[in-house]
């Protein structure tokens, strides 16, 4: 499948300046639709967020590989199946108004982006131990969900799982994450056939998103929540600012 977008910094490049961390960042439970609403509300037009396995290979959305800090849930999410999750409740540890918020699965925010007109970063997030299986289930259930819409970014800190999405689905485009960019960097971006390359904004540099962009490539700064900072990451050639602060970042 034609993807519409090819390698390098100069090529055309469908994504915003501005991307939604964790769907609504600070404004709604993350990972949930109703941060979907957040975005709708600020006028973002493109959101993050993580994705992972059930014990039954359902793809949904959940940062961590625990349920504890934000479900009513306990232990290990890759131990639980779909059935189990779906009851759970997503919202309430962030504010009673957010009560009786579901988990969302990968097909609900396919289904937000169609309807709200939103681009996605799926970041893919495996539990322990299931790099590949998950970076391969959301490589291809990306490209099916997505269909008819702006390609989703998929990107990962594992480079098994991001290996997997580039043999399961190779027109998606992907970006390898990285806290702090390490000095192979290029070696790793070539390897996987990366469009972008992300990093913590905390490690960037000037000449570093010169190297970066004369390499091809476009770069993703996270997590941006002051506005000047945001500013800098600009000038310095930043192509995307992912953020917690849709209410400050415009
Ligand atoms: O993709 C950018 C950012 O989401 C990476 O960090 O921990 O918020 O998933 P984290
Ligand atoms: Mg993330």
């Known amino acids: 499948m034609a993807t ?16 939604a961390h964790r769907c609504g960042g600070t404004l709604a439970p993350e990972n949930t639709l109703a941060g979907f609403d957040a975005c709708v509300r600020y006028g973002y037009r493109m959101v993050e967020f993580d994705a992972k396995l059930s014990a039954d290979n359902a793809l949904f ?20 199946t779909w059935q189990q ?5 997503a919202g309430a540890w962030r504010g009673a108004e957010f009560a009786g918020t579901r988990l ?11 309807r709200d007109g939103i681009a996605a970063n799926i ?23 997505w269909q008819g819409q702006t390609p989703p970014l998929l990107s990962s800190f594992s480079f098994e799982a991001l290996a997997a999405a580039r043999d399961a689905a190779p027109s998606l485009p992907r970006g390898m994450l990285f806290e702090q960019v390490p000095a192979d960097w290029l070696r790793i971006v070539r390897e996987l056939d990366c469009v972008s390359l992300h990093a913590s904004h905390r490690y960037l540099s000037e000449p570093l998103v010169a190297q970066i962009r004369a390499a091809g490539l476009r770069v993703l700064a996270y997590t941006v929540n002051e506005p000047a900072r945001a500013q800098v990451l600009q000038q310095w050639g930043v192509d995307m600012i992912c953020t917690d602060r849709l209410d400050l970042l415009d």
Not at 4 to 19: C, E, Q, T, V
Not at 123 to 138: D, H
């Open 123 to 145: 970041e893919i997030k495996p539990c322990p131990g299931r790099e590949v299986i998950t970076g391969t289930l959301v490589a291809q259930g990306a490209l099916s969900l």
């Open 85 to 89: 999750l779906a009851t759970l409740d």
């Open 61 to 80: 959305l959940l940062h961590d590989d625990t349920l504890d800090r934000t479900t009513n849930g306990h232990g290990p999410a890759a131990a639980h």
């Open 4 to 19: 519409g977008i090819d390698n390098g910094a100069s090529a055309p490049w469908p994504y915003p300046r501005l991307i």
């Open 104 to 114: 969302p699965t990968l097909a609900d925010a396919a289904g937000r982006c169609a």
